[in-house]
């Protein structure tokens, strides 16, 4: 149980789930390890959310870390297997093994298949885990190939990529948050990748790695421990017995024999195992003159050829004496390069139920196959000769046939219960998935099932690449343009705008060769929409005259009378209506938002109406915006939440929800969809991204210092990203200014001003910087005002009232100079005030600022009062307390 959290009262399950945050565990898995729904821990998520008084989950992280207790994931080792026989000896290696992994950072135990490495490893970390704050995780990496070592980690950890952070990345940053024990296993399979991958996470991250691989992955400080077969004379003699007794109780053999057969083994733990399950059956003569035979040529021979030689013999040995069915079944369940359940063994063998169950049982007794956690695996040494086996058997096509069928069953399966506690079962056949699909590169139906999941799993960037893939074997047209739209989809969820607008054209060119002119136009339109509603997130933007190029194209090729194709072509035409980007047209957009009504396809609907609530903000009409992304959060509330296109969407409304219930001055509705956000998986582990989107809330709540610490962890996770473009970040900037000047830091206002130029995008045009002008204002208005720099209220009140334009934050901006000129006694104070005063519309900010303002101009402790109730009611503490102690003294 987790210790005592200091704190708010909470309940004892609450405070499991707060340790498990603070070990970086997601919402997925905590409820896999605590045996609950994923609902119920994001219920329990929300609760601690409100009674911490923070807006993520990565400030819940924050405040378990600050605790007293240790905090370790909840259960055992993530992705330890669990074994069924003893360790036996090597007590001195785990000593060694773990003064190694204290010292060190790297250490590889490295030795020939079948030595026990993997055992060793397990044991060790079974040892050290206590050592690591932020616990142990054990990758097995026999099914992952090249590309994939990340992903692999991922799953143990439970960890997915998002917009900005592949997945690579998010694994980086879960290992950077403390101190935590990494095993990867057989990395022979893939030793540059892992080196590679191993030497980011040590040099970024507080963690120890323990590799086994059958050689040494070269990065520099790694401690290589090599590990020899079992001492004869000793251990060796030990593993038989144990495992002699283990498949045959009470059977007795002869000291002599069991000497004298462990030595012609070499020692070797796996063979030594294959021996022994045998033992009873033929008895020491029979198994002397057997491997006698297989053996007698490596006499006088040692080192880890011989053994690997002798090894083979012994797994050679073994298959000669099964029977004919026992033979067949081995090589038909090498195709399995992970673990398989008894389903996937009766459709790969070919077998009835009862069959299969019962050649399985007498394979694992003779320790040709393991059986853990209800599964069954052959380990990698043994697969690879039962693979040999198949490849020479005439059964080889039929098998592998059998194991696609099996693979497109299985991920048709996982498809239909996304909405379940899917994950294991995904991450645990994701490595046969693809195997089986190698065995026929072109199986569509399987691409598009492994491109659907992948993406619901949380790899976005995989997802994108399986589904271009779909497209260039799909068996029609109309498929291959499906999914070239879901991968655009795809792209644009991890804000890769440029790439998406390529596939919508590749969608187009097929839509064009198969003479689909209703699809052409739709694919044509939504790469103008992405070019038009996305400006920022493109590499480089697309010129006005190629968009309205494509949108006359869109409109020349398709069926007005079609209710998608209207409402798309009418969406592509509100965002083209003028050069500048961001700025769709206002009867444009009203014609967008009928015509999607008409299609009743939600996340159509919500694209059309983000047309009309940027007109809205652009002629400042603030609650109008909020009002309208209000209902794009109650639209997108129903559709498929492992669907591309709708990620795209609802990530899109809930962010810019809170930025328009700030900008309305609604501060409730913004902590309300700050907690969805925080809640929610769609910023997987990234600190920056959540933080981007809720600062500005959080800083007008009056929360000065939880501002702060998001805002730093906000730049280091930005940094660590690699700086993407972010639209949020520019938006975001000034709160973290204002956030430090309310806080009297001088240094950290200027230090964050620079950090906002350096982050602006390269190829952000004049006029989205003149968006964010009053925004500025208002910032240094009200910091001035607090640090009493009247000097400034001249210059500040003549630029709050030379905008032209009603842009969002103008109301905000005009407030704040007002108060600030009325402290300072301008003479154009009182003119302004009422300027103001007639403008405050349905915004509470700016009406609790003017009332703030009217009270200082005329000594009008009502209007003080009013201001500090509406203070309150917004949960604006600091502006509440501030005019509290203005209302104590003579205004």
Same mark, same amino acid.
């Given at each position: 149980?987790?210790?005592?959290?200091?704190?708010?009262?909470?309940?004892?399950?609450?405070?499991?789930?707060?340790?498990?945050?603070?070990?970086?565990?997601?919402?997925?898995?905590?409820?896999?390890?605590?045996?609950?729904?994923?609902?119920?821990?994001?219920?329990?998520?929300?609760?601690?959310?409100?009674?911490?008084?923070?807006?993520?989950?990565?400030?819940?992280?924050?405040?378990?870390?600050?605790?007293?207790?240790?905090?370790?994931?909840?259960?055992?080792?993530?992705?330890?297997?669990?074994?069924?026989?003893?360790?036996?000896?090597?007590?001195?290696?785990?000593?060694?093994?773990?003064?190694?992994?204290?010292?060190?950072?790297?250490?590889?135990?490295?030795?020939?298949?079948?030595?026990?490495?993997?055992?060793?490893?397990?044991?060790?970390?079974?040892?050290?885990?206590?050592?690591?704050?932020?616990?142990?995780?054990?990758?097995?990496?026999?099914?992952?190939?090249?590309?994939?070592?990340?992903?692999?980690?991922?799953?143990?950890?439970?960890?997915?990529?998002?917009?900005?952070?592949?997945?690579?990345?998010?694994?980086?940053?879960?290992?950077?948050?403390?101190?935590?024990?990494?095993?990867?296993?057989?990395?022979?399979?893939?030793?540059?990748?892992?080196?590679?991958?191993?030497?980011?996470?040590?040099?970024?991250?507080?963690?120890?790695?323990?590799?086994?691989?059958?050689?040494?992955?070269?990065?520099?400080?790694?401690?290589?421990?090599?590990?020899?077969?079992?001492?004869?004379?000793?251990?060796?003699?030990?593993?038989?017995?144990?495992?002699?007794?283990?498949?045959?109780?009470?059977?007795?053999?002869?000291?002599?024999?069991?000497?004298?057969?462990?030595?012609?083994?070499?020692?070797?733990?796996?063979?030594?195992?294959?021996?022994?399950?045998?033992?009873?059956?033929?008895?020491?003569?029979?198994?002397?003159?057997?491997?006698?035979?297989?053996?007698?040529?490596?006499?006088?021979?040692?080192?880890?050829?011989?053994?690997?030689?002798?090894?083979?013999?012994?797994?050679?040995?073994?298959?000669?004496?099964?029977?004919?069915?026992?033979?067949?079944?081995?090589?038909?369940?090498?195709?399995?390069?992970?673990?398989?359940?008894?389903?996937?063994?009766?459709?790969?063998?070919?077998?009835?139920?009862?069959?299969?169950?019962?050649?399985?049982?007498?394979?694992?007794?003779?320790?040709?196959?393991?059986?853990?956690?209800?599964?069954?695996?052959?380990?990698?040494?043994?697969?690879?000769?039962?693979?040999?086996?198949?490849?020479?058997?005439?059964?080889?096509?039929?098998?592998?046939?059998?194991?696609?069928?099996?693979?497109?069953?299985?991920?048709?399966?996982?498809?239909?219960?996304?909405?379940?506690?899917?994950?294991?079962?995904?991450?645990?056949?994701?490595?046969?998935?693809?195997?089986?699909?190698?065995?026929?590169?072109?199986?569509?139906?399987?691409?598009?099932?492994?491109?659907?999941?992948?993406?619901?799993?949380?790899?976005?960037?995989?997802?994108?690449?399986?589904?271009?893939?779909?497209?260039?074997?799909?068996?029609?047209?109309?498929?291959?343009?499906?999914?070239?739209?879901?991968?655009?989809?795809?792209?644009?969820?991890?804000?890769?705008?440029?790439?998406?607008?390529?596939?919508?054209?590749?969608?187009?060119?097929?839509?064009?060769?198969?003479?689909?002119?209703?699809?052409?136009?739709?694919?044509?339109?939504?790469?103008?929409?992405?070019?038009?509603?996305?400006?920022?997130?493109?590499?480089?933007?697309?010129?006005?005259?190629?968009?309205?190029?494509?949108?006359?194209?869109?409109?020349?090729?398709?069926?007005?009378?079609?209710?998608?194709?209207?409402?798309?072509?009418?969406?592509?035409?509100?965002?083209?209506?003028?050069?500048?980007?961001?700025?769709?047209?206002?009867?444009?957009?009203?014609?967008?938002?009928?015509?999607?009504?008409?299609?009743?396809?939600?996340?159509?609907?919500?694209?059309?109406?983000?047309?009309?609530?940027?007109?809205?903000?652009?002629?400042?009409?603030?609650?109008?915006?909020?009002?309208?992304?209000?209902?794009?959060?109650?639209?997108?509330?129903?559709?498929?939440?492992?669907?591309?296109?709708?990620?795209?969407?609802?990530?899109?409304?809930?962010?810019?929800?809170?930025?328009?219930?700030?900008?309305?001055?609604?501060?409730?509705?913004?902590?309300?969809?700050?907690?969805?956000?925080?809640?929610?998986?769609?910023?997987?582990?990234?600190?920056?991204?959540?933080?981007?989107?809720?600062?500005?809330?959080?800083?007008?709540? /009056? %929360? #000065? =210092?939880? *501002?702060?610490? +998001? &805002?730093?962890?906000? !730049?280091?996770?930005?940094? $660590? @990203?690699?700086?993407?473009?972010?639209?949020?970040?520019?938006?975001?900037?000034?709160?973290?200014?204002?956030?430090?000047?309310?806080?009297?830091?001088?240094?950290?206002?200027?230090?964050?001003?620079?950090?906002?130029?350096?982050?602006?995008?390269?190829?952000?045009?004049?006029?989205?910087?003149?968006?964010?002008?009053?925004?500025?204002?208002?910032?240094?208005?009200?910091?001035?005002?607090?640090? /009493? %720099? #009247? =000097?400034? *209220?001249?210059? +500040? &009140?003549?630029?709050? !009232?030379?905008?032209?334009? $009603? @842009?969002?934050?103008?109301?905000?901006?005009?407030?704040?100079?007002?108060?600030?000129?009325?402290?300072?006694?301008?003479?154009?104070?009182?003119?302004?005030?009422?300027?103001?005063?007639?403008?405050?519309?349905?915004?509470?900010?700016?009406?609790?600022?003017?009332?703030?303002?009217?009270?200082?101009?005329?000594?009008?402790?009502?209007?003080?009062?009013?201001?500090?109730?509406?203070?309150?009611?917004?949960?604006?503490?600091?502006?509440?307390?501030?005019?509290?102690?203005?209302?104590?003294?003579?205004?």
């Amino acid at each position: 149980m987790p210790g005592h959290v200091s704190g708010p009262e909470i309940s004892a399950r609450e405070a499991e789930v707060l340790t498990a945050l603070g070990a970086g565990l997601s919402n997925a898995q905590i409820a896999r390890g605590m045996h609950i729904s994923v609902r119920t821990v994001e219920g329990h998520v929300s609760s601690l959310l409100r009674k911490y008084g923070v807006t993520d989950r990565q400030a819940l992280a924050a405040r378990a870390a600050t605790t007293d207790e240790t905090i370790t994931p909840p259960g055992t080792i993530a992705g330890l297997p669990r074994p069924r026989t003893s360790f036996v000896g090597r007590r001195d290696e785990v000593g060694a093994v773990l003064t190694a992994v204290a010292d060190g950072r790297l250490v590889t135990l490295a030795g020939p298949g079948g030595v026990g490495k993997t055992r060793l490893a397990g044991v060790v970390a079974e040892e050290a885990a206590s050592r690591y704050r932020y616990g142990a995780a054990f990758v097995d990496l026999v099914p992952v190939r090249d590309g994939l070592v990340g992903q692999a980690i991922a799953a143990v950890l439970g960890v997915s990529e998002h917009a900005e952070q592949p997945v690579e990345q998010a694994v980086v940053a879960r290992l950077r948050r403390g101190p935590s024990l990494l095993v990867l296993d057989n990395c022979e399979h893939v030793p540059d990748a892992v080196a590679e991958f191993a030497e980011r996470i040590l040099a970024t991250c507080p963690t120890t790695i323990l590799a086994t691989s059958r050689e040494r992955l070269g990065l520099p400080g790694e401690r290589v421990h090599p590990l020899a077969p079992l001492p004869l004379g000793s251990d060796a003699e030990e593993l038989f017995r144990d495992r002699a007794e283990l498949a045959h109780p009470g059977h007795q053999l002869d000291p002599a024999t069991v000497t004298d057969l462990c030595a012609r083994l070499d020692g070797l733990p796996l063979a030594i195992e294959l021996a022994a399950a045998r033992s009873a059956s033929l008895g020491a003569t029979g198994m002397l003159s057997g491997l006698g035979d297989y053996l007698r040529l490596l006499a006088g021979g040692r080192g880890a050829v011989v053994r690997h030689r002798s090894l083979r013999a012994v797994i050679g040995w073994s298959y000669d004496l099964l029977a004919e069915d026992e033979r067949a079944v081995f090589r038909r369940l090498s195709v399995f390069v992970g673990d398989f359940d008894l389903p996937a063994a009766i459709v790969v063998a070919g077998l009835p139920a009862p069959d299969a169950a019962d050649l399985l049982g007498r394979l694992v007794d003779k320790s040709l196959i393991r059986h853990r956690q209800g599964n069954w695996q052959l380990l990698e040494t043994i697969r690879a000769f039962a693979a040999e086996q198949l490849d020479g058997d005439p059964e080889r096509d039929l098998v592998r046939r059998r194991y696609l069928s099996w693979a497109i069953d299985t991920a048709t399966g996982l498809a239909a219960r996304l909405g379940e506690n899917w994950h294991p079962t995904f991450d645990r056949v994701a490595g046969d998935l693809r195997a089986a699909l190698a065995t026929a590169p072109d199986t569509h139906e399987l691409i598009r099932l492994l491109a659907r999941l992948t993406f619901a799993r949380g790899y976005l960037r995989a997802s994108t690449d399986w589904y271009e893939r779909a497209a260039g074997c799909a068996p029609t047209p109309a498929e291959a343009i499906d999914d070239l739209g879901h991968a655009a989809d795809c792209a644009q969820v991890i804000n890769d705008s440029s790439r998406a607008y390529d596939l919508w054209l590749a969608a187009a060119d097929r839509a064009r060769a198969a003479g689909d002119g209703n699809a052409r136009a739709v694919a044509l339109a939504r790469a103008v929409e992405l070019a038009g509603r996305f400006p920022v997130t493109f590499r480089s933007p697309i010129p006005y005259g190629r968009r309205r190029e494509l949108l006359d194209e869109a409109t020349a090729a398709g069926d007005h009378d079609d209710p998608v194709v209207a409402a798309r072509l009418a969406c592509a035409a509100a965002w083209t209506a003028d050069p500048e980007v961001l700025q769709p047209d206002f009867d444009l957009a009203a014609a967008a938002v009928k015509a999607a009504r008409v299609t009743g396809d939600p996340i159509l609907i919500s694209a059309a109406l983000d047309a009309a609530r940027t007109v809205a903000t652009n002629d400042g009409r603030g609650r109008e915006a909020h009002q309208i992304t209000s209902e794009r959060l109650e639209l997108l509330a129903g559709p498929d939440p492992h669907r591309p296109a709708y990620v795209a969407e609802i990530d899109d409304a809930q962010a810019l929800a809170c930025l328009d219930a700030v900008a309305a001055g609604d501060l409730p509705a913004a902590r309300t969809i700050a907690r969805l956000i925080g809640t929610g998986d769609l910023s997987g582990d990234s600190a920056y991204l959540t933080a981007s989107k809720t600062i500005p809330m959080v800083v007008l709540s /009056g %929360d #000065l =210092d939880e *501002a702060i610490r +998001l &805002a730093d962890a906000m !730049w280091e996770g930005w940094q $660590r @990203a690699g700086r993407p473009r972010m639209f949020w970040m520019q938006v975001t900037m000034p709160y973290v200014i204002l956030a430090h000047g309310l806080r009297e830091d001088r240094d950290n206002v200027e230090r964050w001003r620079n950090r906002a130029a350096q982050s602006a995008a390269p190829h952000q045009n004049g006029s989205f910087q003149s968006r964010l002008a009053p925004l500025t204002t208002f910032v240094d208005a009200r910091i001035a005002l607090h640090l /009493g %720099d #009247l =000097d400034r *209220a001249a210059e +500040l &009140a003549e630029h709050a !009232w030379q905008y032209r334009t $009603r @842009a969002r934050y103008l109301p905000f901006a005009r407030a704040a100079a007002v108060e600030l000129a009325v402290a300072a006694e301008l003479p154009r104070a009182e003119a302004d005030l009422a300027a103001a005063a007639a403008d405050t519309g349905d915004n509470d900010w700016v009406a609790a600022t003017v009332l703030r303002a009217t009270g200082r101009q005329y000594a009008d402790l009502d209007a003080l009062s009013r201001a500090a109730e509406l203070w309150a009611r917004m949960g604006a503490r600091f502006e509440h307390t501030c005019t509290l102690k203005l209302s104590a003294r003579d205004p």
